[in-house]
């Protein structure tokens, strides 16, 4: 298949926000596609050669990508870092001196998705020294024979630049109308998708063996199971509407959330966005399988960082100290941590998802042997709000951020937010009661004490329906100057020349960035606003949602994709019960 028609409908996406439209391009694309390509195009799409847990990345030094450029063009290096610069996007700059080439020589042969994918990846497992040179002899001959447009893209992919918004649910549509006819069946490959958390693998059985072969998609080890979320609650009243009058309440500690996969000898670990950070605990990797009386299975766990001597939980912060990648031994000695266990989705051959919460707690208690190390989150079945509130006491004294409040009889609803769980947080209790984990869209450069850095934060909700980022607020405090200098760092990398078609503001930031980079914020209020777009004419024509006096709490959230952030119906939601709450006070 030629790759041509991939670039083609990327480029036809690229100019383009509009959900339904960006579907139809993509149903376009997988019905041209053979069965057999279908996984090699959807990862590409995504400018992916794998899932993201199998962690293969095509990673290229942009120096390199210059390189390989000039050979296979002729054009002198210097020349094309000019043109880089002044365009401000490699693939972009690709596609000028492709083009220029053209005017001197003839194209050769068509390229293949099969041919940029198997490349792609051959480029990927090159290691050592001399892989430098392999690579630049892999890019330049595709880049060789690749039109202005085909080069655009493989430039973006190669440099890990695609970003263009093809959101997996936008793609399990396509999917879904491609290959049984309707968008009705989308909820079957969600299912799938959420079980085995790989676009590639459902597509190929969809468009090979048709709807049916997606009820067989079983829970298994070394494949991510997408994590079941909560929903809010500010008290335990409502909790007791949500739930009835008997529920589990357990600890809610403020960690990082860890997917734990076993089988006999081998441990996989995979955070809440499904990212394999198994190299982040080597600790967790030699202890765990002495706690567990089971050696096929999959748990999940808070990991908490502890202060040793007095067993005192100690805030998420700390657990920064383990995303690095060479002295990681140094790291797990200074900073050690609890693995806390609160629920299990396979044992010994069989998926736990669809059991009752009660009967997988059982099996949990069943199978994991406590020590100071691996224990199993405190829990105890709640009746009334005095109970709840005995224990929300209990557990912010211990160090903990609130309650999980879960349904007796509810199964793991993977990749689900969903009232089966509710999180009942201290600071809920207070102004707007939760934080928000909101995506950096832009900056503003700082004065006085912050010249040289950035001064305010321009931050957007993630809007799952239309596959945006909104703005919804422009946020200068809370910062320190350590963190000051970490965003200028961290948010040199994600700069944009142009504003992402995906970003909505009505502010003009000094810099934009791609959407990102997640920070966990706090507000009294949500108001309506003319600037900010979140929400956007839902409330009221013409106006957005925007948070009021917001501040940073000091928390990037590193394991948290963009798509994770804090949605727009989220934000709705906890902008109608401010709602219920001031007309409830005004009642007094
Ligand atoms: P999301 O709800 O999207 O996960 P979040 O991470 O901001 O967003 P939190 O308010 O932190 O949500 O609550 C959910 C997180 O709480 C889980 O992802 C998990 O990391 C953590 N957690 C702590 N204790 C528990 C528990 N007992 N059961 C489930 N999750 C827990």
Same mark, same amino acid.
């Given at each position: ?22 579907t ?46 000039s ?5 002198p ?16 700059a ?5 083009e ?25 497992e ?34 890990a ?24 069946n989308?909820?079957?490959l ?5 079980v ?5 693998k ?34 335990? !009243? ?6 009835g ?14 997917q ?5 000898d ?18 967790i ?15 999940e ?9 007095t ?34 989705m ?10 009752t919460?009660?009967?997988?707690r ?12 691996a224990?199993?989150m ?5 009746r ?31 990749g ?21 984990d ?10 006085g ?10 931050l ?13 607020c ?19 990398d ?9 970003v ?14 997640v ?34 709490t ?8 963009p798509?994770?952030?804090?949605s727009?119906n ?16 005004? !009642?007094?």
């Amino acid at each position: 298949m030629k790759f041509s028609l991939v670039a083609d409908t990327l480029g036809y996406m690229e100019s383009t926000t509009k959900r339904l439209e960006l579907t139809q391009h993509l149903v376009d694309l997988f019905k041209k596609t053979p069965p057999e390509i279908i996984p090699k195009v959807v990862y590409l799409l995504q400018g992916k050669l794998r899932p993201d847990h199998e962690g293969v990345e095509v990673g290229v030094a942009e120096k390199i990508a210059v390189r390989a450029l000039s050979k296979s063009t002729g054009i002198p290096v210097t020349k094309i870092e000019r043109e880089y610069k002044k365009v401000g996007d490699f693939g972009q700059a690709t596609a000028t001196i492709l083009e220029q080439k053209m005017q001197t020589t003839f194209l050769k042969e068509d390229i293949t998705v099969e041919r940029v994918y198997d490349t792609l990846f051959k480029i990927a497992e090159l290691k050592g020294n001399r892989s430098q040179d392999m690579k630049m002899k892999y890019i330049s001959s595709l880049l060789n024979d690749s039109s202005p447009i085909e080069g655009r893209f493989i430039a973006k992919i190669i440099t890990a630049n695609l970003r263009l918004g093809i959101a997996d649910y936008t793609i399990l549509d396509a999917l879904s109308i491609a290959f049984t006819g309707s968008k009705e069946n989308r909820p079957l490959l969600e299912h799938a998708y959420n079980v085995c958390s790989d676009l590639g693998k459902v597509s190929e059985s969809v468009s090979k063996e048709g709807i049916e072969s997606l009820k067989h998609f079983q829970v298994s080890v070394f494949s991510p199971v997408r994590p079941m979320l909560a929903e809010r609650v500010k008290s335990p !009243q409502e909790a007791r509407e949500k739930m009835g009058n008997q529920f589990a309440a357990e600890y809610k500690l403020d960690g990082e959330r860890v997917q734990i996969h076993i089988e006999k000898d081998r441990v996989v670990l995979y955070s809440r966005s499904l990212e394999n950070i198994t190299s982040y605990y080597p600790d967790i990797v030699e202890k765990i399988t002495k706690s567990i009386k089971s050696s096929r299975i999959i748990l999940e766990a808070e990991a908490v960082a502890i202060n040793e001597d007095t067993g005192e939980f100690l805030p998420f912060q700390e657990l920064m100290h383990r995303r690095r990648k060479y002295n990681i031994a140094k790291a797990v000695q200074e900073y050690p941590i609890t693995v806390n266990f609160f629920d299990v989705m396979f044992i010994d051959g069989k998926s736990c998802l669809d059991m009752t919460y009660s009967e997988r707690r059982r099996i949990l208690e069943s199978v994991v042997v406590e020590d100071a190390f691996a224990r199993i989150m405190p829990m105890t079945i709640v009746r009334t709000d005095d109970e709840v509130e005995d224990f929300l006491e209990n557990a912010i004294n211990s160090g903990c951020e609130g309650l999980m409040l879960k349904q007796l009889d509810s199964p793991y609803r993977a990749g689900a937010r969903a009232s089966n769980w509710l999180k009942l947080k201290r600071e809920y209790r207070n102004e707007l009661g939760d934080s928000l984990d909101l995506v950096v869209i832009g900056a503003f450069y700082g004065r006085g004490r912050r010249t040289g850095r950035y001064g305010a934060l321009l931050l957007s909700a993630y809007d799952e329906d239309s596959d945006s980022y909104p703005s919804v607020c422009k946020v200068g405090t809370g910062f320190t100057d350590e963190s000051l200098d970490q965003f200028y760092q961290i948010l040199s990398d994600k700069i944009v020349v142009k504003k992402d078609p995906r970003v909505d503001s009505g502010l003009e930031a000094d810099v934009w960035f791609e959407p990102e980079v997640v920070i966990e914020i706090v507000a009294s209020e949500i108001t309506l606003s003319p600037i900010h777009k979140v929400a956007q004419d839902k409330i009221r024509k013409g106006s957005g949602l925007a948070l009021r006096f917001p501040k940073f709490t000091g928390k990037i959230r590193f394991e948290k994709t963009p798509e994770n952030a804090t949605s727009v119906n989220e934000i709705i939601t906890m902008y109608n019960n401010q709602k219920k709450v001031i007309q409830s006070e005004k !009642q007094f």
